[in-house]
Protein backbone atom coordinates (compact mmCIF):
# COMPACT_ATOMS: atom_id res chain seq x y z
CA UNK A 1 0.00 0.00 0.00
CA UNK A 2 0.99 3.20 -0.99
CA UNK A 3 1.97 6.10 2.16
CA UNK A 4 1.73 9.21 1.35
CA UNK A 5 3.64 11.92 3.04
CA UNK A 6 2.66 15.39 1.77
CA UNK A 7 2.74 18.16 4.02
CA UNK A 8 0.44 19.85 2.64
CA UNK A 9 -2.69 18.37 2.04
CA UNK A 10 -3.72 17.51 -1.68
CA UNK A 11 -7.52 18.73 -2.52
CA UNK A 12 -9.65 16.78 -5.35
CA UNK A 13 -10.40 20.47 -7.20
CA UNK A 14 -7.92 21.96 -8.82
CA UNK A 15 -8.09 25.50 -9.51
CA UNK A 16 -5.42 26.79 -10.94
CA UNK A 17 -6.39 25.48 -14.86
CA UNK A 18 -2.60 24.18 -15.10
CA UNK A 19 -2.33 20.44 -16.75
CA UNK A 20 1.16 20.50 -15.08
CA UNK A 21 0.10 21.48 -11.49
CA UNK A 22 -2.43 19.08 -11.35
CA UNK A 23 -0.37 16.43 -12.31
CA UNK A 24 2.30 17.37 -10.10
CA UNK A 25 -0.12 17.04 -7.13
CA UNK A 26 -1.08 13.39 -8.19
CA UNK A 27 2.39 12.64 -8.49
CA UNK A 28 3.28 14.17 -5.12
CA UNK A 29 0.35 11.73 -3.83
CA UNK A 30 0.59 8.78 -5.83
CA UNK A 31 4.03 8.05 -7.28
CA UNK A 32 7.11 6.61 -5.64
CA UNK A 33 10.81 7.93 -6.27
CA UNK A 34 12.24 5.95 -9.23
CA UNK A 35 8.82 4.97 -10.68
CA UNK A 36 9.10 4.29 -14.92
CA UNK A 37 5.98 5.97 -16.59
CA UNK A 38 4.25 6.01 -19.48
CA UNK A 39 2.97 8.60 -21.22
CA UNK A 40 0.91 7.82 -24.20
CA UNK A 41 -0.22 10.81 -25.58
CA UNK A 42 2.90 12.78 -24.35
CA UNK A 43 1.95 15.74 -26.85
CA UNK A 44 4.57 19.31 -25.93
CA UNK A 45 5.33 17.55 -22.91
CA UNK A 46 3.10 20.22 -20.56
CA UNK A 47 1.86 17.48 -18.12
CA UNK A 48 5.67 17.07 -16.99
CA UNK A 49 6.58 20.52 -16.45
CA UNK A 50 6.67 20.87 -12.77
CA UNK A 51 7.81 17.20 -11.76
CA UNK A 52 11.25 16.61 -11.32
CA UNK A 53 12.31 14.32 -14.06
CA UNK A 54 15.85 13.62 -12.09
CA UNK A 55 12.96 11.45 -9.88
CA UNK A 56 10.91 10.18 -12.16
CA UNK A 57 11.45 8.07 -15.12
CA UNK A 58 9.10 8.98 -17.97
CA UNK A 59 8.93 7.56 -21.16
CA UNK A 60 6.88 9.97 -23.52
CA UNK A 61 5.33 9.23 -26.90
CA UNK A 62 2.78 10.57 -29.11
CA UNK A 63 1.11 9.47 -32.72
CA UNK A 64 3.02 12.24 -33.77
CA UNK A 65 6.29 10.13 -33.13
CA UNK A 66 4.86 7.40 -34.93
CA UNK A 67 3.26 5.68 -31.64
CA UNK A 68 0.07 4.57 -31.42
CA UNK A 69 -1.43 4.01 -27.92
CA UNK A 70 -4.02 1.50 -29.46
CA UNK A 71 -1.33 -0.69 -30.18
CA UNK A 72 1.80 -0.12 -28.28
CA UNK A 73 5.03 -2.26 -28.19
CA UNK A 74 5.40 -2.67 -24.75
CA UNK A 75 5.73 -5.82 -23.11
CA UNK A 76 2.42 -7.05 -20.20
CA UNK A 77 2.87 -5.15 -17.12
CA UNK A 78 6.46 -3.09 -17.98
CA UNK A 79 5.55 -0.33 -16.19
CA UNK A 80 4.97 0.99 -12.68
CA UNK A 81 2.17 3.87 -13.72
CA UNK A 82 0.61 5.04 -17.03
CA UNK A 83 -1.15 8.36 -18.05
CA UNK A 84 -3.26 8.79 -21.35
CA UNK A 85 -4.51 12.62 -22.02
CA UNK A 86 -6.00 12.14 -25.58
CA UNK A 87 -8.09 14.39 -27.49
CA UNK A 88 -11.31 14.35 -25.46
CA UNK A 89 -13.86 16.39 -28.00
CA UNK A 90 -15.47 15.83 -31.54
CA UNK A 91 -14.00 18.38 -33.99
CA UNK A 92 -14.23 19.36 -37.33
CA UNK A 93 -11.49 21.48 -38.88
CA UNK A 94 -11.24 24.31 -36.53
CA UNK A 95 -7.92 25.75 -37.97
CA UNK A 96 -5.03 25.26 -34.90
CA UNK A 97 -6.64 22.23 -33.92
CA UNK A 98 -6.40 19.60 -36.63
CA UNK A 99 -2.54 19.22 -35.58
CA UNK A 100 -3.12 18.32 -31.76
CA UNK A 101 -6.60 16.42 -32.15
CA UNK A 102 -5.38 14.36 -35.77
CA UNK A 103 -7.35 11.11 -35.00
CA UNK A 104 -10.78 12.15 -33.43
CA UNK A 105 -11.26 14.58 -36.81
CA UNK A 106 -14.58 14.43 -38.17
CA UNK A 107 -15.88 11.70 -35.60
CA UNK A 108 -18.78 11.03 -32.95
CA UNK A 109 -19.02 10.68 -29.13
CA UNK A 110 -18.96 7.00 -29.81
CA UNK A 111 -15.49 7.43 -31.70
CA UNK A 112 -14.13 9.64 -28.88
CA UNK A 113 -15.34 6.73 -26.58
CA UNK A 114 -13.84 4.07 -28.50
CA UNK A 115 -10.03 5.67 -28.24
CA UNK A 116 -10.57 5.82 -24.78
CA UNK A 117 -11.36 1.85 -24.52
CA UNK A 118 -8.30 0.95 -26.76
CA UNK A 119 -5.96 3.12 -24.82
CA UNK A 120 -6.78 2.63 -21.42
CA UNK A 121 -7.11 -1.39 -22.27
CA UNK A 122 -3.26 -1.35 -23.33
CA UNK A 123 -2.31 0.32 -20.47
CA UNK A 124 -3.85 -1.94 -18.07
CA UNK A 125 -1.93 -4.34 -20.14
CA UNK A 126 1.19 -2.28 -19.92
CA UNK A 127 1.13 -1.21 -15.83
CA UNK A 128 2.15 -3.54 -13.23
CA UNK A 129 -0.45 -4.62 -10.46
CA UNK A 130 -0.91 -1.88 -7.50
CA UNK A 131 0.27 0.84 -10.91
CA UNK A 132 -2.06 3.95 -11.35
CA UNK A 133 -3.56 4.81 -14.77
CA UNK A 134 -4.25 8.56 -15.39
CA UNK A 135 -6.83 9.45 -17.91
CA UNK A 136 -7.69 12.98 -18.38
CA UNK A 137 -11.02 13.74 -19.69
CA UNK A 138 -13.98 15.74 -19.82
CA UNK A 139 -17.84 15.53 -20.89
CA UNK A 140 -19.05 16.88 -24.43
CA UNK A 141 -22.30 17.77 -25.85
CA UNK A 142 -23.16 15.92 -28.65
CA UNK A 143 -26.32 16.31 -30.96
CA UNK A 144 -28.11 18.45 -27.97
CA UNK A 145 -27.57 16.08 -25.38
CA UNK A 146 -25.13 15.66 -22.44
CA UNK A 147 -22.81 12.84 -23.04
CA UNK A 148 -21.13 12.13 -19.54
CA UNK A 149 -17.80 11.16 -20.83
CA UNK A 150 -16.34 10.43 -17.10
CA UNK A 151 -19.10 8.25 -16.29
CA UNK A 152 -18.60 6.24 -19.30
CA UNK A 153 -15.26 5.82 -19.18
CA UNK A 154 -15.24 5.03 -15.63
CA UNK A 155 -17.81 2.31 -16.37
CA UNK A 156 -15.88 0.60 -18.68
CA UNK A 157 -12.61 0.70 -16.35
CA UNK A 158 -14.75 -0.74 -13.78
CA UNK A 159 -16.73 -3.14 -15.24
CA UNK A 160 -14.86 -4.28 -18.55
CA UNK A 161 -11.43 -3.94 -17.73
CA UNK A 162 -11.30 -4.36 -13.48
CA UNK A 163 -9.54 -1.21 -12.34
CA UNK A 164 -10.60 0.51 -9.54
CA UNK A 165 -10.98 3.90 -9.35
CA UNK A 166 -8.98 4.90 -6.65
CA UNK A 167 -9.58 8.98 -7.21
CA UNK A 168 -11.26 11.50 -9.61
CA UNK A 169 -9.55 15.17 -9.91
CA UNK A 170 -11.72 18.35 -11.33
CA UNK A 171 -9.22 20.99 -13.01
CA UNK A 172 -11.25 24.26 -13.25
CA UNK A 173 -10.44 26.75 -16.42
CA UNK A 174 -9.94 29.91 -15.33
CA UNK A 175 -10.65 31.16 -19.01
CA UNK A 176 -14.33 30.74 -18.84
CA UNK A 177 -14.95 29.72 -22.29
CA UNK A 178 -17.65 31.69 -23.72
CA UNK A 179 -20.15 29.77 -25.52
CA UNK A 180 -19.83 29.79 -29.66
CA UNK A 181 -23.84 30.47 -30.35
CA UNK A 182 -27.33 29.76 -28.68
CA UNK A 183 -26.28 28.72 -25.06
CA UNK A 184 -28.66 25.38 -24.59
CA UNK A 185 -26.71 23.55 -21.46
CA UNK A 186 -24.10 25.08 -18.85
CA UNK A 187 -20.75 25.65 -20.39
CA UNK A 188 -18.19 23.27 -19.14
CA UNK A 189 -15.21 24.87 -17.66
CA UNK A 190 -13.58 21.70 -16.04
CA UNK A 191 -12.07 18.44 -17.07
CA UNK A 192 -11.17 15.38 -15.00
CA UNK A 193 -8.11 13.67 -14.19
CA UNK A 194 -9.32 9.94 -13.18
CA UNK A 195 -6.83 7.65 -11.12
CA UNK A 196 -7.14 3.96 -11.75
CA UNK A 197 -5.53 1.58 -9.80
CA UNK A 198 -4.30 -2.01 -11.58
CA UNK A 199 -5.47 -4.63 -9.73
C1 LIG B 1 -4.59 16.90 -25.43
S1 LIG B 1 -3.14 16.49 -26.33
C2 LIG B 1 -2.06 15.88 -25.04
C3 LIG B 1 -1.24 16.96 -24.39
C4 LIG B 1 -0.15 16.40 -23.47
N1 LIG B 1 -0.72 15.76 -22.29
C5 LIG B 1 0.82 17.48 -23.04
O1 LIG B 1 1.11 17.59 -21.86
O2 LIG B 1 1.33 18.21 -23.91
C6 LIG B 1 -3.65 14.98 -27.11
C7 LIG B 1 -2.48 14.22 -27.76
O3 LIG B 1 -2.94 12.92 -28.13
C8 LIG B 1 -2.25 12.55 -29.30
N2 LIG B 1 -2.97 11.43 -29.91
C9 LIG B 1 -4.17 11.44 -30.52
N3 LIG B 1 -4.51 10.20 -30.89
C10 LIG B 1 -3.50 9.38 -30.52
C11 LIG B 1 -3.25 7.97 -30.65
N4 LIG B 1 -4.15 7.16 -31.24
N5 LIG B 1 -2.09 7.47 -30.14
C12 LIG B 1 -1.17 8.29 -29.55
N6 LIG B 1 -1.34 9.62 -29.41
C13 LIG B 1 -2.49 10.16 -29.88
C14 LIG B 1 -2.22 13.83 -30.12
O4 LIG B 1 -1.21 13.78 -31.11
C15 LIG B 1 -1.97 14.89 -29.03
O5 LIG B 1 -0.58 15.16 -28.89
New binding site residues.
Partial sequence: MQVCEVLEPIYTVHLDGD??GLIKKVVDLYFREGDLIA??????????KQVDLEKFNVIG????TG????NLAYQDKSFNHS?I????ARITNLQGMV??????RYTTHEDILQ?YR??LSELKRITKPGGFILC?CQDEIHGCRQKWTHIEIHDFAIQELGLYSKDLFIQVNNKNPKPLYKQQHARKNHSYLWVFEVI
Avoid at 61 to 64: A, G, H, L, Q, V
Avoid at 67 to 70: E, I, P
Avoid at 99 to 104: I, V
Wanted: contains cysteine; negative net charge.
Fill in positions: NSDVTYGKGVFWTDIKVDFRVDPPYDCYNTTLDGK
